[in-house]
């Protein structure tokens, strides 16, 4: 375990929907946990401000691009306030599903670009992921999830559409960094948590 008093490690989950990424979120932190100090979790959050989110995407109500912005804006203030930074300052280690890259590519249009969205969010001072992870599926094998997921009783969210979910493939893939890593959304989600695992511990015990 990390010696007391050790910052612990920001890492983060990224990829459309249907990718797999909170099943593979949820895979790693349970993995991880036996081993490290860690918490899961997501954004939106849970809170007030999250919720009005989810309200949203799931077209309870309708919101201009800026308002989704000035909302995940609010939103991720105090995912960081109350969850990521104590968490961190306190030496554990926290998963994020879903953090500002989600953002810049989901709210992305002819006014705002993937890339002013990100710099929206670095200039409020939010930290970057010790290590970022996305999952890189095509938008029609994901929507092929997305579509078991509503048989088992869920609605589509706002965003779940083919066209929509290729501009945000695209999007994420102008702001990723070169750091990111990449996992195949075909692999099973075993495989890739051994992956995620192989590499979130070998920045812990480099302390890097």
């Known amino acids: 375990m990390d010696k007391m008093g050790n910052r612990g490690k920001f890492i983060v989950f990224e990829g459309i929907d249907g990718s797999g990424k909170s099943t593979l979120s949820k895979n790693v932190f349970e993995k991880l946990s036996k081993k490290y100090p860690v918490e899961l979790?997501?954004?939106?959050?849970?809170?007030?401000?999250?919720?009005?989110?989810?309200?949203?995407?799931?077209?309870?109500?309708?919101?201009?691009?800026?308002?989704?912005?000035?909302?995940?804006?609010?939103?991720?203030?105090?995912?960081?306030?109350?969850?990521?930074?104590?968490?961190?300052?306190?030496?554990?280690?926290?998963?994020?599903?879903?953090?500002?890259?989600?953002?810049?590519?989901?709210?992305?249009?002819?006014?705002?670009?993937?890339?002013?969205?990100?710099?929206m969010n670095l200039d409020q001072g939010f930290p970057q992921p010790d290590i970022l992870f996305f999952i890189e599926i095509e938008p029609e094998e994901s929507l092929k999830r997305v579509g078991k997921r509503i048989k088992e009783g869920e609605g589509l969210e706002v965003f779940e559409t083919l066209q929509l979910q290729k501009k945000i493939r695209d999007a994420y893939l102008k702001i990723l960094p070169s750091s990111v890593i990449i996992l195949d959304g075909t692999f099973a989600i075993e495989r890739n948590a051994e992956l995620c695992l192989d590499k979130i511990e070998e920045m812990i015990i480099s302390g890097l």
Request: aromatic share 12%.
């Open 41 to 119: 979790h997501r954004e939106p959050t849970d809170y007030a401000t999250g919720v009005y989110i989810r309200r949203f995407l799931k077209g309870e109500i309708v919101l201009s691009v800026t308002d989704q912005l000035e909302a995940f804006l609010e939103d991720r203030k105090l995912s960081l306030e109350k969850n990521i930074l104590p968490c961190l300052d306190s030496g554990k280690h926290v998963l994020l599903d879903r953090y500002f890259y989600s953002t810049s590519a989901y709210q992305s249009d002819e006014n705002f670009s993937p890339g002013e969205i990100l710099k």
